[in-house]
């Protein structure tokens, strides 16, 4: 069986202490969807603020002087958005995994596409490793590293990599509620904006509720 999942690339800084975190290994992966602990939403969170926590320019308002929205700013103004990681594909029968690359993000899931309709292979999945996804008629091949002469591989019809895909988005989405109801109950006073950039770093089209917090 083959089985897709977006994953976040985390980490926890030693000396986080605006909200609960849970620890992680360094480079770690943490699947996105709705059955997250509260710690976990939290920890999602920090790691996409932190990512995008990157001094003011090109016009954006300055940094609050507070350390919550000083932390919160890069998310809630900058555009394009990063989300380090991507999505992580596993045969539970072989054992082969296929990861995201270093310097990729879930900003561009989307990209996943681009062999189900029809296009040889997809943009961008990061470096080291290297995976690659390319078309061969009605098949896909997953390549772990494009970089080893000896990488494995992962095959699926591109039927399931479409099911997956969609898999995949009921994930985000799950998770982007998830994400909602925690910063109501954390960070009140960012939620409606930190909800909205959450969507954005995420490429979800996510369901309306959340617009009547």
């Not at 083959?2 to 975190?21: G, K, S």
């Not at 996943?112 to 999945?125: N, Q």
């Not at 898999?167 to 909800?195: C, G, K």
Request: glycine fraction near 8%.
């Amino acid at each position: 069986m083959i089985e897709m999942q977006p994953v976040l690339e985390v980490f926890r800084p030693d000396e986080f202490t605006l909200w609960p975190v849970a620890w992680s290994e360094p480079f770690g992966y943490l699947p996105l969807g709705g059955t997250l602990e509260p710690i976990e939403v939290g920890t999602a969170v920090m790691r996409i603020a932190e990512a995008n926590d990157v001094d003011p320019e090109d016009g954006r308002p300055p940094r609050p002087a507070d350390a919550l929205g000083a932390f919160l700013h890069g998310l809630l103004t900058m555009d394009p958005l990063f989300a380090p990681g991507g999505m992580r594909v596993t045969d539970t029968v072989t054992g082969t995994t296929l990861v995201p690359g270093c310097c990729s993000g879930i900003e561009d899931w989307r990209e996943w596409f681009l062999v189900v309709d029809g296009h040889p292979s997809t943009g961008y999945l990061g470096h080291d490793p290297d995976p690659l996804a390319e078309r061969h008629g009605d098949i896909v091949r997953l390549t772990v590293d494009a970089e080893r002469d000896d990488s494995p591989l992962i095959e699926l019809p591109v039927t399931d990599l479409r099911r997956l895909l969609a898999d995949a988005e009921r994930d985000l989405i799950a998770f982007h509620a998830l994400a909602a109801s925690w910063a109501e109950q954390h960070i009140a006073a960012h939620a409606v904006p930190l909800t909205a950039a959450l969507a954005r770093a995420l490429d979800i089209r996510p369901t309306a509720h959340w617009r009547t917090m």
